[in-house]
Protein backbone atom coordinates (compact mmCIF):
# COMPACT_ATOMS: atom_id res chain seq x y z
CA UNK A 1 0.00 0.00 0.00
CA UNK A 2 1.22 3.29 -0.84
CA UNK A 3 2.23 5.64 1.83
CA UNK A 4 3.36 9.48 2.30
CA UNK A 5 3.96 10.77 5.48
CA UNK A 6 4.58 14.46 5.88
CA UNK A 7 6.90 16.24 8.59
CA UNK A 8 6.64 18.38 10.71
CA UNK A 9 2.81 18.62 11.00
CA UNK A 10 2.84 22.12 12.10
CA UNK A 11 6.17 24.64 11.74
CA UNK A 12 6.17 28.31 12.36
CA UNK A 13 8.67 30.80 10.99
CA UNK A 14 9.46 33.93 11.22
CA UNK A 15 10.10 36.27 8.07
CA UNK A 16 13.81 35.85 6.50
CA UNK A 17 14.06 32.30 8.31
CA UNK A 18 14.56 29.31 6.02
CA UNK A 19 13.36 25.88 6.55
CA UNK A 20 12.20 22.41 5.35
CA UNK A 21 9.85 20.04 5.10
CA UNK A 22 9.90 16.88 4.91
CA UNK A 23 7.59 14.15 2.53
CA UNK A 24 8.55 10.42 3.05
CA UNK A 25 6.83 7.63 0.68
CA UNK A 26 6.52 4.29 0.57
CA UNK A 27 5.28 3.11 -2.86
CA UNK A 28 6.05 0.24 -5.31
CA UNK A 29 7.20 2.15 -8.37
CA UNK A 30 7.22 6.25 -8.31
CA UNK A 31 5.61 7.41 -11.25
CA UNK A 32 5.59 11.10 -10.00
CA UNK A 33 6.18 13.12 -6.57
CA UNK A 34 4.02 16.49 -6.67
CA UNK A 35 3.92 19.28 -4.40
CA UNK A 36 0.78 21.30 -3.37
CA UNK A 37 0.17 24.16 -1.01
CA UNK A 38 -3.66 24.41 0.05
CA UNK A 39 -5.00 28.21 2.14
CA UNK A 40 -7.77 27.80 4.16
CA UNK A 41 -11.10 27.34 2.68
CA UNK A 42 -10.00 26.42 -0.66
CA UNK A 43 -8.77 23.64 -2.70
CA UNK A 44 -5.05 22.74 -3.41
CA UNK A 45 -2.62 24.54 -5.69
CA UNK A 46 -0.44 22.47 -7.97
CA UNK A 47 3.45 23.74 -7.03
CA UNK A 48 5.63 20.87 -8.50
CA UNK A 49 6.07 17.74 -9.98
CA UNK A 50 9.25 15.62 -9.34
CA UNK A 51 9.81 12.53 -11.23
CA UNK A 52 13.35 11.09 -10.57
CA UNK A 53 15.86 11.05 -7.86
CA UNK A 54 18.38 13.83 -7.87
CA UNK A 55 15.76 15.62 -9.38
CA UNK A 56 14.96 19.52 -8.16
CA UNK A 57 12.37 22.12 -9.36
CA UNK A 58 11.93 25.87 -7.79
CA UNK A 59 9.68 28.44 -7.66
CA UNK A 60 10.55 31.97 -6.09
CA UNK A 61 11.26 30.92 -2.91
CA UNK A 62 10.69 27.34 -3.01
CA UNK A 63 12.66 24.83 -4.53
CA UNK A 64 11.79 21.13 -4.28
CA UNK A 65 14.01 17.95 -4.24
CA UNK A 66 13.24 14.34 -4.35
CA UNK A 67 15.27 11.06 -3.32
CA UNK A 68 14.52 7.52 -3.78
CA UNK A 69 12.56 7.70 -0.10
CA UNK A 70 11.50 11.18 0.21
CA UNK A 71 11.27 14.93 -0.61
CA UNK A 72 12.38 17.79 0.44
CA UNK A 73 10.57 21.63 -0.03
CA UNK A 74 12.86 23.98 0.91
CA UNK A 75 11.45 27.41 1.33
CA UNK A 76 13.99 30.19 1.24
CA UNK A 77 13.59 33.66 3.46
CA UNK A 78 9.67 33.09 3.71
CA UNK A 79 7.32 35.70 3.87
CA UNK A 80 3.98 35.85 5.41
CA UNK A 81 2.34 35.14 2.28
CA UNK A 82 3.84 31.43 2.36
CA UNK A 83 2.00 30.92 5.05
CA UNK A 84 -0.01 27.91 3.72
CA UNK A 85 -0.55 23.85 4.43
CA UNK A 86 1.94 22.35 1.97
CA UNK A 87 0.74 18.77 0.72
CA UNK A 88 2.79 16.31 -1.00
CA UNK A 89 1.57 13.47 -3.05
CA UNK A 90 2.57 10.33 -4.87
CA UNK A 91 1.55 8.51 -7.96
CA UNK A 92 2.31 5.00 -8.20
CA UNK A 93 3.07 3.40 -11.39
CA UNK A 94 0.15 1.02 -12.85
CA UNK A 95 -2.30 3.11 -10.56
CA UNK A 96 -3.28 5.55 -13.73
CA UNK A 97 -3.87 8.87 -12.40
CA UNK A 98 -4.96 8.50 -9.21
CA UNK A 99 -2.76 10.14 -6.45
CA UNK A 100 -1.92 9.63 -2.39
CA UNK A 101 -1.90 12.42 -0.25
CA UNK A 102 -0.11 12.96 3.05
CA UNK A 103 -1.56 15.19 5.70
CA UNK A 104 0.44 17.92 5.21
CA UNK A 105 2.83 20.53 6.91
CA UNK A 106 0.81 23.50 8.08
CA UNK A 107 3.52 26.43 7.80
CA UNK A 108 2.88 29.83 9.31
CA UNK A 109 5.45 32.65 8.80
CA UNK A 110 5.15 35.80 11.19
CA UNK A 111 6.52 38.94 11.03
CA UNK B 1 -9.13 32.41 -13.01
CA UNK B 2 -10.40 28.97 -11.69
CA UNK B 3 -10.48 26.54 -14.45
CA UNK B 4 -12.96 24.17 -12.23
CA UNK B 5 -16.09 25.08 -10.46
CA UNK B 6 -17.55 23.75 -7.82
CA UNK B 7 -21.03 24.98 -6.26
CA UNK B 8 -22.45 25.58 -3.92
CA UNK B 9 -19.45 26.45 -1.41
CA UNK B 10 -20.84 25.56 1.53
CA UNK B 11 -23.82 23.65 2.47
CA UNK B 12 -25.79 23.23 5.60
CA UNK B 13 -28.54 20.59 5.49
CA UNK B 14 -30.55 18.39 7.64
CA UNK B 15 -30.08 15.12 8.18
CA UNK B 16 -31.92 13.11 4.88
CA UNK B 17 -32.20 15.56 2.51
CA UNK B 18 -30.79 14.54 -1.06
CA UNK B 19 -27.97 16.80 -2.51
CA UNK B 20 -25.80 17.38 -5.28
CA UNK B 21 -22.65 18.83 -5.51
CA UNK B 22 -22.08 20.25 -8.73
CA UNK B 23 -18.31 20.23 -10.84
CA UNK B 24 -17.56 21.41 -13.79
CA UNK B 25 -14.00 22.11 -15.48
CA UNK B 26 -13.58 24.36 -19.04
CA UNK B 27 -10.35 22.68 -19.59
CA UNK B 28 -11.62 19.33 -21.43
CA UNK B 29 -9.71 17.06 -19.20
CA UNK B 30 -11.12 13.62 -19.76
CA UNK B 31 -10.26 12.33 -16.18
CA UNK B 32 -11.97 13.86 -13.02
CA UNK B 33 -11.90 13.02 -9.37
CA UNK B 34 -13.88 13.45 -6.43
CA UNK B 35 -11.92 13.72 -2.74
CA UNK B 36 -13.06 14.01 0.85
CA UNK B 37 -10.93 16.03 3.22
CA UNK B 38 -11.53 16.17 7.19
CA UNK B 39 -9.69 19.14 8.85
CA UNK B 40 -5.87 18.09 9.42
CA UNK B 41 -6.80 14.89 7.25
CA UNK B 42 -5.26 13.84 4.21
CA UNK B 43 -7.80 14.02 0.95
CA UNK B 44 -9.31 10.15 0.12
CA UNK B 45 -10.36 9.67 -2.77
CA UNK B 46 -13.86 8.39 -3.18
CA UNK B 47 -14.62 8.56 -6.57
CA UNK B 48 -12.91 9.22 -10.32
CA UNK B 49 -13.92 9.01 -14.16
CA UNK B 50 -11.66 8.31 -17.06
CA UNK B 51 -14.01 10.00 -19.66
CA UNK B 52 -17.85 9.99 -19.98
CA UNK B 53 -19.86 7.14 -18.80
CA UNK B 54 -16.70 5.53 -17.33
CA UNK B 55 -17.38 6.00 -13.15
CA UNK B 56 -15.04 4.19 -10.51
CA UNK B 57 -14.92 4.15 -6.48
CA UNK B 58 -12.07 5.39 -4.98
CA UNK B 59 -10.45 4.05 -2.22
CA UNK B 60 -12.33 5.41 0.50
CA UNK B 61 -15.76 4.01 0.66
CA UNK B 62 -18.26 6.17 0.17
CA UNK B 63 -22.39 6.27 0.16
CA UNK B 64 -22.07 9.20 -2.38
CA UNK B 65 -22.66 8.47 -6.37
CA UNK B 66 -21.64 9.95 -9.34
CA UNK B 67 -22.34 10.40 -12.91
CA UNK B 68 -20.74 11.83 -15.65
CA UNK B 69 -22.87 12.70 -18.94
CA UNK B 70 -20.81 15.27 -20.76
CA UNK B 71 -16.44 15.68 -20.05
CA UNK B 72 -17.12 18.64 -18.53
CA UNK B 73 -19.69 17.91 -15.29
CA UNK B 74 -19.04 15.60 -12.69
CA UNK B 75 -21.55 15.76 -10.30
CA UNK B 76 -21.69 13.52 -6.88
CA UNK B 77 -24.66 12.97 -5.16
CA UNK B 78 -25.98 11.91 -1.58
CA UNK B 79 -29.72 10.80 -1.79
CA UNK B 80 -29.91 10.74 2.00
CA UNK B 81 -27.62 13.29 3.95
CA UNK B 82 -26.14 11.98 7.75
CA UNK B 83 -24.23 13.99 10.08
CA UNK B 84 -21.22 11.17 9.15
CA UNK B 85 -21.25 13.05 5.67
CA UNK B 86 -19.82 16.38 7.13
CA UNK B 87 -16.63 17.13 5.61
CA UNK B 88 -15.07 18.90 2.42
CA UNK B 89 -15.51 17.89 -0.67
CA UNK B 90 -12.90 18.69 -3.32
CA UNK B 91 -13.45 18.23 -6.93
CA UNK B 92 -9.96 17.89 -9.26
CA UNK B 93 -9.47 17.15 -13.05
CA UNK B 94 -6.30 16.17 -14.99
CA UNK B 95 -5.10 15.74 -18.86
CA UNK B 96 -4.98 12.12 -20.85
CA UNK B 97 -2.29 10.96 -22.95
CA UNK B 98 1.12 10.88 -22.23
CA UNK B 99 1.98 12.87 -19.41
CA UNK B 100 0.53 13.77 -16.29
CA UNK B 101 1.38 17.15 -14.65
CA UNK B 102 -0.94 16.99 -11.39
CA UNK B 103 -4.53 18.06 -10.49
CA UNK B 104 -6.24 20.78 -10.94
CA UNK B 105 -8.13 21.47 -8.28
CA UNK B 106 -11.44 23.22 -7.65
CA UNK B 107 -12.28 25.41 -4.47
CA UNK B 108 -14.21 22.38 -2.70
CA UNK B 109 -17.30 22.32 -0.92
CA UNK B 110 -17.79 22.11 2.92
CA UNK B 111 -20.35 20.34 3.65
CA UNK B 112 -22.32 20.39 7.52
CA UNK B 113 -25.18 18.05 8.00
CA UNK B 114 -27.54 18.68 11.21
Known amino acids: EDQVTQSPEALRLQEGESSSLNCSYTVSGLRGLFWYRQDPGKGPEFLFT???AGEEKEKERLKATLTKKESFLHITAPKPEDSATYLC????????????FGTGTRLQVTL | EADIYQTPRYLVIGTGKKITLECSQT?????MYWYQQDPGMELHLIHYSYGVNSTEKGDLSSESTVSRIRTEHFPLTLESARPSHTSQYLC?????????????FGSGTRLTVV
Open chain 1, 89 to 100: AVQAIGTASKLT
Open chain 1, 50 to 52: LYS
Open chain 2, 27 to 31: MGHDK
Open chain 2, 92 to 104: ASSESGGGFYGYT
